[in-house]
């Protein structure tokens, strides 16, 4: 069965670089959150959209922006990367009326 | 402010054995509990997962009990087999009735099961 695709897997950036991660939900899954998991730490919700439309915000900073697309798809830009930033990001999506959210593998960002 | 709280950071058992992971909540807006199984590098997948209308909810070897009252759950493991050994990791979500996964996790409990 198809799985919540993240892309890439691992990506490492150097201080006050920008990244992008990309997150595709199963299909017919019409929501799609995020979330960041530091070192040791358990995953923090980010943010989530409800077809294409911010549906919730959590503890996202400022540098970090988000949107889904028409495909459902959605992006996680990050702008001045900092060394804090470097965690693994979970994307997860789930369809109006199911009954779980599914996690992709997750992508590891280190800063450098 | 931990609004989830999983106290135990690691539990080790037999295998064949019982495993009992808990998992208390502090928002009495959560009506949705879950359950999450994490392997290193990966990303969580689930388990098993719970209404806040229901007491019990069962799916082969995996049971888990809500107390609402006492605002505690736990996840039973029945019989604890090697390749259970992960991170357990319990969420809860406010749903007010809608399909919302904005998720508040626990810290985790790292399960080991011993051959």
């Known amino acids: 069965a198809a799985g919540v695709i993240q892309s890439p897997r691992h990506l490492i950036k150097e201080k006050r670089e920008t990244a992008t991660l990309k997150c595709y939900p199963i299909?017919?899954?019409?929501?799609v959150y995020w979330y960041q998991q530091g070192p040791g730490q358990d995953p923090q919700f980010l943010i989530s959209?409800?077809?294409?439309?911010?549906?919730d915000k959590g503890s996202i900073p400022d540098r970090f922006s988000a949107q889904q697309f028409s495909d459902y798809h959605s992006e996680l830009n990050m702008s001045s990367l900092e060394l804090g930033d470097s965690a693994l990001y979970f994307c997860?999506?789930?369809?109006?009326?199911?009954?779980?959210?599914?996690f992709g593998q997750g992508t590891r960002l280190t800063v450098v | 402010d931990q609004q989830v709280k999983q106290n135990s950071p690691s539990l080790s058992v037999q295998e064949g054995r019982i495993s009992i992971l808990n998992c208390d909540y502090t928002?009495?807006?959560?009506?949705?509990f879950l359950w999450y199984k994490k392997y290193p590098a990966e990303g969580p997948t689930f388990l098993i997962s719970?209404?806040?209308?229901?007491d019990k909810n069962e799916d082969g070897r995996f049971t888990v009990f809500l107390n609402k009252s006492a605002k505690h759950l736990s996840l039973h493991i029945v019989p604890s087999q090697p390749g259970d050994s992960a991170v357990y990791f319990c969420?809860?979500?406010?749903?007010?009735?809608?399909?919302?996964?904005?998720?508040?996790f626990g810290k985790g409990t790292l399960l080991t099961v011993n051959p």
């Open positions: 959209f409800y077809e294409k439309m911010q549906s």
């Open positions: 969420a809860a979500s406010a749903t007010s009735g809608g399909s919302n996964y904005k998720l508040t």
């Open positions: 299909p017919r899954h019409d929501t």
């Open positions: 997860a999506s789930s369809r109006r009326g199911g009954t779980e959210a599914f």
């Open positions: 928002n009495s807006m959560f009506d949705y």
């Open positions: 719970i209404s806040s209308i229901k």
